[in-house]
């Protein structure tokens, strides 16, 4: 992984490669590279680093030409250097040489290196990408059609592969195969593209057509051919992009980041519109068959990665407390690798923000063995495999989200499973109407209260300031709200690279305590519940240690400044809609303690947006 870009015209198509590769910047990725068909012959340029040290070697050495693909790489085998960046080569001779680039892994890698070896290949790098390339290479001896080829080698290929195939003698179309990771095509007028993100075609398509698993496609100029897993001829639907391309430009904000917080107030609108009723939640916004499905429910198992997983655990929360049905949440990573006992009556959840998260697509083709009732998908992409393959979806309408630290992906999943839980409490007859109709009413309410919580943007500005010199901050939750406090300590530590830890602050007695001292700040979060005067008290334990405590509390909840105590008094809301609203303050305070820290916020190192691989 992470990104590819691939074309096919009648005009130069280099440049068009380039900027689909800085659109695709966002996912994360250590190195960069593109291989076009030039006048003479197949010719690649790689940097690692990023895509503007290509450009910048471009511009020194320029390729011309009408066939190319591109790529830029998260390391997943071997080092991030440039003889690891891809487009890998097969070929010795002068017009024979084929160039590969992949997202995935290749789970066989090694057995295919030694195989490839004893015939003969030199690999010039230590991923198992080049494997692929030699592979097809080899191929190509005994089907001398390109596509056959591909045909032949893809059931040797052991793993997750999105991947795409040019040669040097076959210079008048683009290879395409799709097995675990996503690609999608872009059709021009004379002239089509390839791309894992439909993202990095927008400046010259807003047509696409979206590849299933298990495809393999040829595109030329003026022509596409898809085949199935099968091997037969199919035709997959076009689809036709309408939003605006200013979903991918930073505006007047100074990170990505930073625009996609202050667009939660929009997004979390759109994701209730349509969807509520005068004081009822429509459950047909799930889908046809919602209702009678969803009359059938006892339990519900969700399973997500990462920020979704946080999104899954207050869900968890609600669906207990207000629908009174039993739920399970489970990291998908785990999930897929355990042997699972399926409850009767049994609702699989799936959330993601992508809709191609490798351990939570895996999760849900197990689940489907495993004699779930059906599958829900919660996702942002309704053109991704999550939603496909689930038998109901509720998109969450966040618009694309560059930043790899995820905001408003993870405030609208919320929304989403709030709108689950109020439809099975509604259907099943465990949520009364009265609360039902408070709740869709706090529900309208919710993009206003969110947007008192981003006015207090200059007043976190200045509390970031207190973690400048601090390398470990520790955040404290209880109830719904603990979830929202590890989703606090993930965005510290994804973007300032401080280390941060989350704890129900019931547990502080049990082990952390011993950890607070005037070098710890802990960050709390206080809706005006049950549980504030407990929480009251842990924050004295705290106080009693000289911890530095940052306390955002409901301004009913009648807590104060004081020494070594700072308090953001935030709008009063429902209990039960407060994680939403005060996962904004957490988000705020990350961002800008990486300013201070001077870290790169859109694309944190390490981390990639999609997660493809396990």
């Keep these: 992984m992470c990104g590819i870009v691939g074309a096919v015209a009648e005009r130069n198509i280099t440049a068009i490669l380039v900027e689909g590769l800085k659109r695709l910047e966002y996912r994360g990725y250590d190195s960069a590279g593109v291989a076009v068909f030039t006048e003479d012959g197949l010719q690649r340029l790689r940097r690692s680093g990023k895509v503007a040290e290509l450009e910048q070697a471009l511009a020194g050495e320029p390729l011309i030409g009408r066939l190319g693909i591109a790529h830029t790489r998260w390391a997943t085998h071997g080092a991030p250097c440039e003889r690891n960046a891809h487009p890998h080569f097969s070929g010795k001779e002068p017009g024979d040489e084929l160039a590969v680039v992949h997202n995935g892994i290749i789970e066989n890698h090694e057995a295919l290196r030694e195989r490839l070896q004893g015939l003969g290949y030199v690999f010039s790098s230590d991923t198992d990408t080049e494997t692929i390339v030699h592979l097809l290479h080899h191929k190509l001896k005994a089907h001398a059609d390109l596509a056959d080829a591909l045909k032949a080698a893809i059931p040797e290929l052991h793993g997750a592969y999105g991947l795409a195939v040019i040669s040097a003698k076959q210079p008048d179309r683009l290879l395409a195969a799709r097995s675990g990771s996503p690609l999608v095509i872009g059709l021009g007028m004379g002239e089509n593209f390839l ?16 590849l299933e698993e298990g495809d393999i496609a040829e595109i030329r100029r003026d022509s596409l051919q898809i085949w199935d897993a099968a091997g037969q001829s199919v035709q997959r639907e076009q689809v036709q992009y309408h939003e605006g391309a200013e979903a991918a430009d930073k505006g007047e904000f100074r990170h990505f980041m930073l625009k996609e917080i202050h667009e939660q107030p929009k997004v979390v609108q759109r994701a209730l519109e349509g969807r509520l009723g005068a004081d009822h939640v429509l459950v047909q916004a799930f ?35 207000l629908a009174g049905i039993p739920c399970q949440i489970e990291v998908a990573s785990e999930f897929r690798y355990r042997k699972v006992v399926v409850h009767p009556d049994s609702l699989f959840v799936s959330i993601s923000q992508s809709g191609e998260t490798a ?80 709740l869709v009413a706090e529900l309208r309410r919710l993009p206003t209260r969110l947007g008192e919580a981003l006015a207090m943007d200059k007043t976190i500005e200045k509390l970031a300031e207190l973690f400048a010199e601090k390398h470990h901050t520790l955040f404290l939750g209880r109830g719904a709200q603990y979830p929202v406090a590890m989703e606090g300590a993930l965005k510290l530590k994804e973007i300032s690279y401080i280390h941060a830890e989350a704890y129900p602050a019931g547990e502080l007695k049990h082990g952390p305590l011993a950890l607070v001292d005037s070098d710890m700040p802990v960050v709390t979060v206080a809706p005006n519940n049950e549980l504030l005067e407990k929480l009251k008290s842990n924050l004295q334990e705290v106080r009693a240690r000289g911890g530095e405590l940052i306390v955002f509390a409901d301004q009913q909840a009648g807590m104060r400044n004081g020494e070594g105590t700072h308090v953001v008094n935030m709008p009063h809301i429902h209990d039960a809609l407060a994680p939403i609203l005060y996962t904004i303050p957490l988000q705020l305070l990350s961002y800008y303690v990486a300013i201070l820290k001077g870290t790169d916020v859109d694309q944190p190192r390490n981390l990639a947006k999609s997660v493809t691989v396990e």
């Excluded at 393959?389 to 993870?410: C, D, H, M, N, Y």
């Design 195 to 210: 791309a894992s993100d439909q993202l990095a075609l927008r400046q010259v398509t807003d047509r696409f057509v979206y």
């Design 359 to 438: 351990d939570t697509l895996a999760a849900l083709r197990n689940a489907k063995e495993l004699g779930f009732l059906s599958s829900l998908a919660i996702c942002n992409v309704g053109t991704s495999s999550l939603v496909r393959e689930s038998a109901l979806t509720l998109l969450t309408q966040a618009g694309p989200e560059i930043g790899v630290a995820s905001t408003k992906a993870f405030t609208t999943q919320l929304v989403a499973l709030m709108l689950l839980t109020l439809s099975l409490g509604q259907v099943r007859g465990t949520l009364s109407k009265a609360l039902e109709a408070e």
């Design 287 to 321: 889908g046809p068959q919602a209702a009678e499905l969803f009359a059938q429910v006892k339990n519900v198992q969700i399973v997500a990665c990462g920020t979704s997983y946080h999104a899954g655990m207050v869900a968890r929360y609600w669906l207990e407390e």
